[in-house]
């Protein structure tokens, strides 16, 4: 396809800067985050790094694209915290967990912001539009 891929090792809020110092120099074509407890919490370092080098930000959840990311797919974050609920309650309730099946989620959600679209100069695609769960202006 193409496609070269570049990963930064982050593991603690101060790796974001040299991280992102290192990655400008690049020749990148986009940012594309895996959501863990670190990259949510200090999505902002991720959006500005975007923005500031004209990088088109693409996320998992639906509130990180509401912030500013360009879009995101990903499953809606309220089921899957209800689904990861669901699971404790029954482990907490006795049931063993190598009995519990595996749950996969049955949605995704594809999230368009057209503010960062615009900031970025980028012109999105009709036919990807007409499929968003939601447009943020």
């Known amino acids: 396809m193409g496609v070269?891929?570049?990963s930064l090792a982050v593991r603690r809020p101060e790796d974001f800067a040299p991280a992102f110092a290192a990655a400008a120099g690049k020749p990148l074509g986009g940012v594309l985050?895996?959501?863990?407890?670190?990259?949510f919490v200090n999505w902002q370092h991720i959006m500005d790094f975007g923005l500031a080098n004209r990088l088109p930000t693409v996320c998992e959840f639906r509130e990180?694209?509401?912030?500013?990311?360009?879009l995101?797919?990903?499953?809606?974050?309220?089921?899957f915290a209800q689904r990861t609920?669901?699971?404790?309650?029954?482990i907490l309730k006795g049931a063993p967990p190598g009995d519990l099946p595996v749950e996969q989620m049955t949605r995704f959600e594809l999230v368009i912001n057209l503010k960062?679209?615009?900031a970025l100069g980028i012109t999105i695609p009709q036919p990807m539009l007409v499929r968003a769960d939601e447009i943020v202006q």
Request: proline residues 3%.
């Open 4 to 6: 070269a891929i570049s």
């Open 33 to 39: 985050t895996f959501t863990g407890g670190l990259t």
């Open 64 to 70: 990180l694209a509401q912030a500013g990311c360009l």
């Open 72 to 79: 995101s797919y990903g499953p809606n974050f309220i089921e």
């Open 85 to 90: 609920a669901a699971q404790i309650d029954k």
């Open 116 to 118: 960062t679209a615009k």
